[in-house]
């Protein structure tokens, strides 16, 4: 198989706070693993391409700074949303691909957060 | 640079019916093509896939072709069912490591008994 998790699923958090977001491929290495955005009844928009041991890669018009990636292992990636804002809230997924393979991506269940 | 164009939803079939969800994209090279669904409440799932011009891919009773003369990837199904209520987002992916896919806006099909 191949399995991809992300914690938490859902969360909830007050203006100003910052989240972090777990992504991790349960059975096997990920090299690669991808965050996108999901506005409601929209499509997923690419945030960031992040590869273990090295600085993500982010989209035009994605704030670095704001939405810090970490890619510790081959088998997880965080997201980080600092200084959360309510025009932050959104459905989050990430997807990675198995080491040495070059198409197919394994996603997540997503993580909804809302930012009050 | 590369995009994939769907038809709009939302797609309301009866059970039994015949389903074609378009799916257009534009890329250089010779892209990978895909179709996700996502059921209510879950996370995407890759439903198939093709790799090269004239590919079928087919899963579950879906099949789609990689047109290159048209570059078109259209998904088809003969019969569908109930439990076939999804969104389905066709999308592309250069054939490099660490290349991202780019999506689809998604196709939202409702099957009723």
């Known amino acids: 198989g191949a399995v991809v998790s992300q914690h938490p699923s859902w969360v909830i958090c007050k203006s100003g706070t910052s989240v972090k977001i777990e992504c991790r491929s349960l059975d096997f290495q990920a090299t690669t693993m991808f965050w996108y955005r999901q506005f409601p009844k929209q499509s997923l928009m690419l945030m960031a391409t992040s590869n273990e041991g090295s600085k993500a890669t982010y989209e035009q018009g994605v704030e670095k700074d704001k939405f810090l990636i970490n890619h510790a292992s081959l088998t997880l990636s965080t997201l980080t949303v600092t200084s959360a804002h309510p025009e932050d809230s959104s459905f989050y997924i990430c997807?990675?691909?198995?080491?040495?393979?070059?198409?197919?991506?394994?996603f997540g269940p997503g993580t909804r957060l809302t930012v009050l | 640079g590369d995009s994939v164009t769907q038809m709009e939803g939302p797609v309301t079939l009866s059970e039994e019916a015949f389903l074609t969800i378009n799916c257009t994209y534009t890329a250089t090279g010779y892209p990978s093509l895909f179709w996700y669904v996502q059921y209510p409440g879950e996370g995407l799932q890759l439903l198939l896939k093709a790799t090269k011009a004239d590919d079928k891919g087919s899963n579950k009773g879906f099949e789609a072709t990689y047109r290159k003369e048209t570059t078109s990837f259209h998904l088809e199904k003969g019969s569908v069912q109930v439990s076939d209520s999804a969104v389905y987002f066709c999308?592309?992916?250069?054939?490099?490591?660490?290349?991202?896919?780019?999506f689809g806006k998604g196709t939202t099909l409702s099957v009723s008994s």
């Open positions: 997807s990675a691909k198995k080491t040495r393979s070059t198409d197919t991506q394994y």
């Open positions: 999308a592309l992916s250069h054939n490099q490591a660490g290349t991202a896919l780019i």
